[in-house]
Antibody, heavy 118, light 110 residues
Framework: QVQLQESGPGLVKPSETLSLTCAVS?????????WGWIRQPPGKGLEWIVS???????YYNPSLKSRVAISLDTSKNQFSLNLTSVTAADTAVYYC???????????WGQGTLVTVSS | QSALTQPASVSGSPGQSITISCTGT?????????VSWYQQHPGKAPKLMIY???NRPSGVSNRFSGSKSGNTASLTISGLQAEDEGDYYC??????????FGGGTKLTVL
């Protein structure tokens, strides 16, 4: 059974960098599949942020590309998200998920709320 | 990239059928069969219900079905049940090798 779990600070100050990690169990991220992040501002809809292939190819939401970085840590079987220069508009529940080649997400983490506030 | 267009809300009585539309463009839905649908209950992560326009993952009820015509995809739920109440989102792959979500539809079971 594939399981994903997000972790990271729940509060980030404006202009700083939001950093989250997604620990994966039940499947080796170096074997196959894509891995990605999706966010959901409170009371609003879902927004795709970024995806990375196990071989390193990355795909970005154009509206966030200049501020986003994603990386894999195969030794710890986890992947990470960095979002720089955050503002209140980046306040959201952040989900990590496994993405298939046909661009659907079949396994999701429970989500973690990140609030941007001073 | 612009979000796909979904109705803000739909409703139906138990046992009835409802359809949620998802309208995109020739740069996304109109050009690819990589359309998916997700169900989300309050405070929970989304759950994949339909992928590749018409396919159901293992364990998803056959009351859920998907289709596509031109630039519009649709999700139909037949035999509506109280547990179907929640938010539904469509997604599509785009010509720019990105993914776009719909704005979401709130389904109310009366």
């Amino acid at each position: 059974q594939v399981q994903l779990q997000e972790s990271g600070p729940g509060l980030v100050k404006p202009s700083e960098t939001l950093s989250l990690t997604c620990a994966v169990s039940g499947y080796s991220i170096s074997s196959d599949y894509y891995w990605g992040w999706i966010r959901q501002p409170p009371g609003k809809g879902l927004e795709w942020i970024v995806s990375i292939y196990h071989r390193g190819n990355t795909y970005y939401n154009p509206s966030l590309k200049s501020r986003v970085a994603i990386s894999l840590d195969t030794s710890k079987n986890q992947f990470s998200l960095n979002l720089t220069s955050v503002t209140a508009a980046d306040t959201a529940v952040y989900y990590c998920a496994r993405r298939r080649a046909n661009w659907d997400f079949d396994y999701w983490g429970q989500g973690t709320l990140v609030t941007v506030s001073s | 990239q612009s979000a796909l267009t979904q109705p803000a809300s739909v409703s139906g009585s138990p046992g009835q059928s409802i359809t949620i539309s998802c309208t995109g463009t020739s740069s996304d839905i109109g050009s690819y069969d990589y359309v998916s649908w997700y169900q989300q209950h309050p405070g929970k992560a989304p759950k994949l219900m339909i992928y590749d326009v018409t396919n159901r993952p293992s364990g998803v009820s056959n009351r859920f079905s998907g289709s596509k015509s031109g630039n519009t995809a649709s999700l139909t739920i037949s035999g509506l049940q109280a547990e179907d109440e929640g938010d539904y989102y469509c997604t599509s792959y785009t010509i720019s090798s990105t993914l776009v979500f719909g704005g979401g539809t709130k389904l109310t079971v009366l």
